[in-house]
T-cell receptor, first 116, second 112 residues
Framework: DTEVTQTPKHLVMGMTNKKSLKCEQH?????MYWYKQKAKKPPELMFV???????INESVPSRFSPECPNSSLLNLHLHALQPEDSALYLC???????????????FGEGSRLTVL | SQQGEEDPQALSIQEGENATMNCSYK?????LQWYRQNSGRGLVHLIL?????REKHSGRLRVTLDTSKKSSSLLITASRAADTASYFC????????????FGAGTRLAVHP
C-alpha cells in the first residue's frame, strides 16, 4: 500500500468555524508533512513531524494547529481562519532510516479548503 | 520560503518533441528531486539526484545536477500528451530535518 489518504477532499468553512483535515498512511513512514498550495504556486512547507514529534514549524499562524496522534495519522486543526487561507492543503510522508530521510515524499491528493 | 527558481515558467510543445526544464537553487543541498502535478491533484515523485551525483536516468527522464552552478535540468524525451502537467524541482536542505523546499514550477503543455 503506497497511498496517503486525505479527508475531506473539499471543505468550506466560515471564519468562526473549527474544522480538521485528516491524513493517513500505512507505509510505515515516520516523517509526515503539511504543505499549503495556492493556485499556480508551488507547495509551501508548513509543518514536519518526525517520529510523531513536531520537528519543523515554518512560522505558521497559530490558527493552524497540527497533531500527530500516532505514526499513521496526521491532523491539521483549523480555527478562526481568514479567506486568504483558502488553498489546497497537501499531506505527505517519507521514510526515515536511522534518523535520516530517504528523500522521496509520497503525497495525498489534497484537501481543497475554502474560507468564506 | 522558496529555494528554487525554474525556467521556463511555461512550455508548449508537440507530441514527440523533447521538453527541457531548468531549476536553480540558492543554498547547499542533500539532494534535488523532481515532482509532477496534474491540475489540482497531489504531487508524484519522479526522480531524486543526490548532491554527489551528476546525472540520472529513469525511463524517458534524464536529470542533471551541477552543484557548482546550483542548477539542475529535467529532460523529458519523446513527450506525450499525458505528460501535460506542472513540474516542480524540490531541494532537500542539509540538517536531517526532512526540509524539502519547492521551486516555482514549469507548466508543460504537450499538444497531440
Amino acid at each position: 500500500d503506497t497511498e496517503v489518504t486525505q479527508t475531506p477532499k473539499h471543505l468550506v468553512m466560515g471564519m468562526t468555524n473549527k474544522k480538521s483535515l485528516k491524513c493517513e498512511q500505512h507505509m510505515g513512514h515516520r516523517a509526515m508533512y503539511w504543505y499549503k498550495q495556492k493556485a499556480k504556486k508551488p507547495p509551501e512547507l508548513m509543518f514536519v513531524y518526525s517520529y510523531e514529534k513536531l520537528s519543523i514549524n515554518e512560522s505558521v499562524p497559530s490558527r493552524f494547529s497540527p497533531e500527530c496522534p500516532n505514526s499513521s495519522l496526521l491532523n491539521l486543526h483549523l480555527h478562526a481562519l481568514q479567506p486568504e487561507d483558502s488553498a489546497l492543503y497537501l499531506c505527505a510522508s517519507s521514510a526515515r532510516l536511522a534518523g535520516v530521510s530517504t528523500g522521496e515524499l509520497f503525497f495525498g491528493e489534497g484537501s481543497r479548503l475554502t474560507v468564506l | 520560503s522558496q529555494q528554487g527558481e525554474e525556467d521556463p515558467q511555461a512550455l508548449s510543445i508537440q507530441e514527440g518533441e523533447n521538453a527541457t526544464m531548468n531549476c536553480s537553487y540558492k543554498t547547499s543541498i542533500n539532494n534535488l528531486q523532481w515532482y509532477r502535478q496534474n491540475s489540482g491533484r497531489g504531487l508524484v515523485h519522479l526522480i531524486l539526484i543526490r548532491s554527489n551525483e551528476r546525472e540520472k536516468h529513469s525511463g524517458r527522464l534524464r536529470v542533471t545536477l551541477d552543484t557548482s552552478k546550483k542548477s539542475s535540468s529535467l529532460l523529458i524525451t519523446a513527450s506525450r500528451a499525458a505528460d501535460t502537467a506542472s513540474y516542480f524541482c524540490a531541494t532537500e536542505l542539509p540538517g536531517g530535518y526532512n526540509k524539502l523546499i519547492f521551486g516555482a514550477g514549469t507548466r508543460l503543455a504537450v499538444h497531440p
